[in-house]
C-alpha cells in the first residue's frame, strides 16, 4: 500500500458509510428474530408486504422491486407457494405470463408480521424527530439512486 494512499477509515463520511452499514445488519438481525415466532424470515417478509401492497406482480417485477436475482425468487417461492402463501395464477390478457398473489392465510400472516415490523420501527426511532427521520430516509434514498446508477452503468 502506498504511503499516499488514503485508509478507508481516514476518509470523512467513514463513520457514517459503516454506521448504516451496521444499523442496516442489526436491523435485519433483529427483525429476523421477531418474525421467528412467524416461522419467516426477512427475505419472506420483504415478498409478503411487496404482495400485500402490489397484488398480481410477476415474478421478475419482484425481484426488481427486492434487488435481487430472480434466481432468489425461484427459491423462495416454491417454499411460500407449498406453506399456502402466496399462489400463482395465469395473466389474463398474456397466457405466458404467471402473476403472484397472496392467499388468505398470506395476507393474514402478512399483517402478523406488519405489526411486528411496525413495532420494531417505532422502538427504534421514536425518541428521533420525525424531521430528523425524513432527513435520514432522503439522504438513503440519495445514495440508493447512485448505487443503482453505478450498478446499471456495469450492466
Same mark, same amino acid.
Given at each position: 500500500m502506498n504511503k499516499?494512499?488514503?485508509?478507508?477509515w481516514d476518509h470523512p463520511r467513514f463513520r457514517s458509510w459503516i454506521a448504516v452499514a451496521r444499523a442496516c445488519q442489526l436491523m435485519q438481525q433483529s427483525l429476523g428474530r421477531s418474525l421467528a415466532e412467524l416461522d419467516i424470515k426477512t427475505p419472506h417478509l420483504d415478498i409478503l408486504i411487496n404482495l400485500y401492497r402490489f397484488e398480481g406482480l410477476t415474478q421478475q417485477d419482484l425481484a426488481r422491486k427486492l434487488l435481487v436475482g430472480r434466481s432468489n425468487m425461484s427459491m423462495l417461492l416454491p417454499q411460500m407457494e407449498k406453506r399456502g402463501l402466496i399462489e400463482r395464477r395465469g395473466d389474463d390478457r398474456d397466457k405466458r405470463v404467471l402473476r403472484l398473489y397472496l392467499t388468505a392465510e398470506g395476507r393474514v400472516l402478512t399483517e402478523k408480521a406488519m405489526v411486528i415490523?411496525?413495532? #420494531?420501527? /417505532?422502538?427504534? #426511532?421514536? /425518541?428521533?424527530? #420525525?424531521?430528523?427521520c425524513m432527513a435520514m430516509a432522503d439522504s438513503m434514498e440519495r445514495i440508493i439512486a447512485l448505487l443503482q446508477n453505478d450498478l446499471k452503468d456495469e450492466d
Open positions: 499516499n494512499q488514503s485508509l478507508p415490523q411496525t413495532g #420494531l420501527i /417505532d422502538r427504534m #426511532l421514536t /425518541d428521533e424527530p #420525525l424531521e430528523q
